[in-house]
């Protein structure tokens, strides 16, 4: 089975600019999380998907930060403009439903802003 | 805000030990779950337990669950090497969503 696929792995962007994470989950899950650790912290919950619909998003910075999941499978997540603090790790996770289950994680996109 | 908090922040045992590592949660949930995260990668389901069940084993892990505290443990017994990571807990609604991460427990296993 393959697992969650991510790209890119490392992105390096100048503050004021926009930059996109792409995440395809494990077939058939029907829940897409996107998540952003900052180093030495847990993962902070940025979005929740169960198929194409958003289930939270409630710390989604929402001024900057802008998440789709077109025909329930793919994901991006978009960064405009980017901001020093937004220097992170973003995770995308899926699982097969909700939070009742246990989620698979990416890779991770490593973000940095300078 | 995040929903979990993991106690000890870090923790350091020799090879054979075991390793107890909590978490306090603040609301009521469905599940708790325990993953891994080796540096620079990654994370990995280690377990998930149920808000009905009180304890659970899987291999050299043993989690317990207790509701009315609001709590959980982690236990690895005869620690390895391997074993050195972050481990975090993370809790979900009832409601099936507001799926929050604690603040991590960084283990180091000393061969």
């Known amino acids: 089975e393959a697992g969650v696929a991510q790209s890119p792995r490392y992105k390096i962007i100048e503050k004021r600019q926009s930059v996109a994470f792409w995440c395809n989950p494990i077939s058939g899950h029907a829940t897409l999380y996107w998540y952003q650790q900052i180093l030495g912290q847990g993962p902070k919950l940025l979005i929740q998907f169960q198929n194409n619909g958003v289930v939270d998003d409630s710390q989604l910075p929402k001024d900057r930060f802008s998440a789709e999941r077109l025909k329930g499978v793919d994901s991006t997540l978009k960064i405009q403009p980017a901001k020093l603090e937004d220097s992170a790790v973003y995770l995308c996770a899926s699982s097969f439903s909700s939070a009742y289950y246990e989620q698979y994680f990416g890779p991770g996109t490593r973000l940095t802003v300078t | ?111």
């Open chain 2, 1 to 111: 805000s995040q929903q979990g908090e993991e106690d000890p922040q870090a923790l350091s045992i020799q090879e054979g030990e075991n390793a107890t590592m909590n978490c306090s949660y603040k609301t009521s949930i469905n599940n708790l779950q325990w993953y891994r995260q080796n540096s620079g990668r990654g994370l990995v389901h280690l377990i998930l337990i149920r808000s009905n069940e009180r304890e659970k084993h899987s291999g050299r892990l043993r989690v317990t669950l207790d509701t009315s505290k609001k709590s959980s443990s982690l236990l690895i017994t005869a620690s390895r090497a391997a074993d050195t990571a972050s481990y975090f807990c993370a809790t979900g609604s009832n409601t099936g969503n507001q799926f929050y991460f604690g603040t991590g427990t960084s283990l180091t296993v000393i061969p």
